[in-house]
């Protein structure tokens, strides 16, 4: 980029903060004291609202610029990502949103604890929830680092940690200081320039065809170099067994992930009703979408107009396609449309990035005060109701969690943002969801249970993945010159949650503590009902 069109696009960044700021400013004049207002907003969002906050939270860069760079590269295969982040939704529809809200005040272990002693089940799945929400922060900060450095040009280490540092403190600033409430209208902000601008991109992209599809899809099979096999299937997760196991094995992790990610659980309790919480998850599936069918259009266009070998030769994980695309589809890398949509979709890029870390800070911030330090605080279950020493910790949980996320950034730089992502949602799949629909839907189900089926996905998770072709015995392996991988499969969800789900199963068999049916039926008809429902 030239000097004049890399100061458009720190003004354009600047810009973004300066509305995040001041939407952080509003949103502190108003009362922070109370649980309600810190974690859920005051519960009084409408479903389209929390819709709009839902999309932008679950929208992140990785989708935006990872997704359409993943199609660039492998086409057909590519797809997959797009598919599974979508169908997640219709499980999270389906079998999650009305009765968590129902269910829970603030967090996914109040579900659980609902009818299981507290402080066991609250310490696993606080420990799972953590655990998933700095993975998914991590690899934000990661992105954050080096897509920054790259739009701005400059590939220097020292700029990549200045800017996860920056982007640290910025959502240290949003949730310690604007709770729940600033989150939500940063989200919809995010949503909104998101949604305009993939739209905008898509649109460039189809009139540079004409409106065809085919013509879109037959140039891309031809840009990409290998023909009509870039529209079928296993280019990427075809060819030796373990490939196409980890197909399937990434697919359940998507699918299945979402419904157990604590910054999108959080986000059901932000509306009055549970019938809102449906609505608002038939909002987010709109817009969700809409916009992954237009990822589908970038990466297409990009392997079409760039080809696939330009967007590899920019980024061998393909995350510079859509920046690419812009330049091209404005005139040229020259020219000064180009740069100026290339600084706009930067800017998009970095707005995306402050709004899922504010998500996730917060939501591992309320795991941290709500349900960690309630458990092991005498004084914070006596003054609980009270709230405000909760909410105390809770704000410097957010800072902690914040600095430990920018350590963990710096160290992890040359790591795989891909790899972070895809073993959140394994983590979430394996450790968070089996707990939830088990305290939901058995009635036998028991607190030794809970707590096994916590532990029993959560470690085997990252056991896997540490002995996998990921970290090391590859080429690309995190320690490419040692070798301790005895687990074939890079994604461990195809292990890893059925081991959630048994270890559930087990626990509840071999417990001597009889489930209590009294606290069932009360369960049962609050989550249905939403009687007695917070």
């Known amino acids: 980029m030239t000097g004049d069109h890399r100061t458009l696009t720190l003004l354009l960044f600047s810009a973004v903060i300066a509305v995040t700021l001041g939407i952080t400013s509003w949103a502190s004049r108003r009362r922070q004291g109370s649980p309600e207002e810190f974690y859920a907003g005051g519960r009084l969002f409408s479903p389209m609202e929390n819709g ?12 935006f610029l990872g997704i359409s760079g993943v199609i660039a590269l492998f086409g057909y295969d590519g797809i997959l990502y797009a598919v599974g982040f979508l169908v997640a939704w219709l499980v999270v529809l389906l079998l999650v949103a009305e009765l968590v809200r129902n269910c829970g005040r603030f967090t996914l272990a109040d579900v659980v604890a609902a009818r299981m ?13 953590v655990t998933v929400s700095v993975l998914y922060l991590v690899a934000q900060m990661v992105g954050a680092g080096s897509l920054v450095a790259l739009l701005l040009g400059s590939g220097s280490g020292q700029a990549r940690s200045w800017t996860v540092i920056g982007v640290g403190a910025l959502m240290i600033v949003y949730v310690s200081c604007g709770g729940m409430r600033a989150t939500t209208w940063i989200q919809i902000v995010k949503a909104v320039l998101l949604l305009g601008g993939a739209l905008s991109l898509t649109v460039l992209v189809l009139l540079r065809f004409g409106g065809d599809v ?31 196991l980890d197909f399937v094995s990434l697919g359940l992790a998507l699918v299945l992930g979402t419904a157990g ?7 059901f309790y932000t509306v009055p009703t549970a019938r809102a919480a449906r609505r608002s ?25 760039l080809g696939s070998d330009a967007v590899r030769a920019s ?80 704000r410097v949980a957010a800072a902690v969690v914040g600095a430990a996320a920018v350590g963990l950034g710096l160290l992890a730089q040359q790591l795989n943002v891909a790899f972070l992502v895809g073993l959140a949602f394994a983590v979430a799949a394996a450790a968070n969801l089996p707990v939830l629909l088990y305290a939901l839907f058995w009635r036998r189900f028991t607190t030794r249970g809970a707590v096994w089926s916590v532990y029993g996905g959560l470690i085997p998770a990252i056991a896997l993945v540490a002995l996998s072709p990921v970290v090391s015995g590859a080429p690309g392996a995190l320690f490419p010159h040692a ?52």
Request: no cysteine.
């Open 52 to 63: 709009f906050a839902i999309a932008g939270d679950y929208m992140s860069a990785a989708s």
């Open 117 to 129: 002693r507290e402080r066991p089940v609250r310490i696993a799945s606080g420990i799972s929830s």
């Open 214 to 244: 085919g013509a879109l899809l037959s140039s891309a099979a031809e840009g990409s170099g290998h023909g009509r096999d870039f529209l079928a299937p296993g280019l990427r997760y075809g060819g030796e067994w373990t490939h196409r």
């Open 261 to 267: 990610l604590p910054h999108i659980l959080s986000r």
């Open 281 to 305: 998850v038939v909002w987010s599936i709109g817009l969700i979408g809409g916009f992954y069918l237009m990822t589908v259009v970038l990466g297409f266009g990009a392997a079409a107009l």
């Open 315 to 394: 980024d061998p994980a393909g995350n510079t396609a859509v920046p690419l695309l812009s330049l091209e589809l404005g005139g040229g890398a020259e020219s000064a449309g180009g740069q100026a949509l290339f600084a706009i979709v930067a800017a998009i890029a970095f707005a995306t990035i402050l709004a899922v870390v504010a998500g996730i800070t917060l939501a591992s911030s309320a795991s941290v005060a709500h349900d960690l330090y309630a458990s092991f605080s005498r004084r914070a279950r006596s003054v609980g109701g009270k709230g405000w020493s909760e909410v105390g910790v809770a």
């Open 483 to 534: 070798d301790f991988a005895v687990f074939p499969l890079e994604n461990p969800g195809l292990v890893a949650i059925p081991l959630g789900f048994l270890a559930g199963w087990l626990g509840t068999v071999t417990s001597r503590e009889a489930a209590d049916e009294a606290k069932h039926a009360e369960t049962e008809v609050r989550s249905l009902t939403g009687a007695g429902a917070v």
